[in-house]
């Protein structure tokens, strides 16, 4: 039973410290629209995505009414398009992206995931038709997202997507050249992809899911970082203690929502996914809780540990509020999307480099990361393999959205807008990691995967 007490620091958690529901997301199956006809294909997912979510900005409208709680994004994800296309006799699988995009809009949603290809181990012919079809179709749709695996603990990391990945990224910006290259804020790079994330842009609905489900991701920088204003002084235990205590009040506002959602929805509950996930306002950073914990500038020494504390706490404070805690749940460590971290690199404090770094104990990768638009495709690749070793070397899921901005150079701004914010052009090493993506093959699993 909720005392008055708890309903009052909700509340104040809501109004005052950024305590919001990121999204609702509904997964939706389309593994039942597969056809030979391209057409018919597009017409049935069409058809289903409409038919299954039609009401779900509704819902989603109501709860912030009647719960009082902010929710900023309403989304879908799907099957993995590759998955779904293969069975079509067609070269371009951008006519499916385009029916997601008119399904997405014409039922009121901010993005449809799952534009999406699983080559952890290899490809089939729709997994090359699908990444061959990217570049075009994040060009030519709205809130469509696409995301590819390229490895996993289990089976290593496919070098040949890899390399691949790195030229789909330079075309894509290319061909949203006019658009500062926010094709490419809409493409995910993952090893150890999960099934049930309902965060964009790498969202989609996974083989082993039910045929439609509710997942909700929840946030609150902003409401920990005030927690932490509490105990100045106070040791690093009692700083994971009150981050720990935070976080499973957080987890249970969302559970609450999504619960409702998907009672309302008349679908399944999913996952709560605790993902600390930061907007461009101020009061609302991941950045900001490292230096309230006690570092003069995020990047700075001691970052890592921080981080890794931080992420730790904020899982554990969530299991024990929720038994179905899944997805990405951490800290997001955006740049664009992140006030703190955009001031952190505008001050130097910030690099790359440092962004890998903290990659190992995070919750995803490097997101949201503008780059000079003369970056080569293979420095893209090489980027993408450094992060996938990190997470296959240690099982946990890590990703890249890198943004090369043609004619930006380090030290340019790009305004993306919205939810995406804005990011100073951050610098890449110069040497040249051409040779070995050329060796192209697959990097072999870890040995004690072999084990488990």
């Keep these: 039973m909720f005392e008055i007490k708890d309903v009052l620091e909700t509340t104040r958690m809501i109004t005052e410290n950024n305590l919001d529901v990121r999204t609702i997301t509904m997964g939706i199956s389309l593994r039942d629209c597969a056809h030979p006809d391209i057409k018919v294909t597009a017409q049935k997912i069409y058809d289903k995505v409409t038919k299954k979510a039609e009401n779900l900005v509704k819902v989603g409208q109501e709860l912030e009414t009647e719960l009082g709680v902010p929710i900023i994004n309403k989304r879908v994800s799907v099957t993995p398009v590759a998955i779904v296309g293969e069975s079509c006799d067609a070269a371009s699988y951008v006519p499916l992206a385009k029916a997601l995009d008119d399904a997405g809009r014409t039922i009121g949603v901010d993005f449809v995931g799952g534009f999406s290809a699983l080559v952890d181990k290899g490809y089939t012919n729709g997994d090359r038709k699908l990444i061959a079809s990217i570049p075009e179709a994040l060009a030519e749709t709205q809130i469509v997202c696409s995301s590819v695996s390229v490895g996993s603990t289990k089976c290593g990391i496919n070098m040949d997507a890899v390399a691949e990945m790195g030229r789909v990224v330079k075309e894509t910006a290319a061909l949203t050249a006019d658009r500062d290259a926010i094709g490419c804020a809409k493409l995910v790079i993952f090893c150890n992809a999960v099934q049930d994330n309902p965060f964009m842009a790498g969202a989609f609905h996974g083989v082993t899911e039910p045929e439609s489900v509710i997942n909700v991701g929840v946030s609150g920088p902003g409401v920990v970082k005030h927690a932490l204003e509490s105990v100045r002084g106070a040791d690093v235990g009692t700083v994971a203690e009150t981050i720990k205590k935070t976080a499973f009040k957080i987890t249970r506002v969302g559970q609450l929502v999504a619960q409702e959602a998907a009672r309302r929805l008349n679908t399944q509950f999913g996952i709560i996914d605790l993902s600390l996930a930061p907007t461009p306002a ?20 001691g970052t890592t540990a921080a981080l890794a504390m931080l992420n730790d706490a904020v899982k ?52 949201m990361i503008a780059v000079p638009g003369d970056i080569t495709a293979e420095t893209i690749s090489a980027i993408i393999a450094d992060e996938a070793a990190i997470g296959m070397i240690n099982n946990k899921t890590t990703a890249v959205r890198l943004v090369p901005v043609p004619g930006k150079k380090v030290g340019d701004r790009v305004e993306f807008g919205g939810l995406l914010g804005y990011a100073p052009v951050i610098a890449v090493s110069k040497f040249k990691p051409d040779a070995f993506i050329a060796r192209g093959g697959r990097i072999p699993a870890p040995v004690r995967s072999l084990t488990n």
Excluded: N, Q, W
Excluded at 291 to 299: F, K, W, Y
């Design 282 to 301: 101020i009061g609302d950073s991941v950045a900001h809780i490292l230096e309230e914990i006690g570092l003069e500038s995020t990047g700075g020494p």
């Design 316 to 367: 554990k404070g969530g299991l024990m509020a929720s038994s179905y805690v899944g997805g990405l749940s951490g800290a997001f460590i955006p740049v664009s999307e992140d006030a703190g971290m955009i001031a952190a690199v505008e001050r130097g404090s910030l690099t790359l480099e440092k962004l890998e770094a903290m990659t190992c104990v995070c919750s995803v990768g490097l997101d």
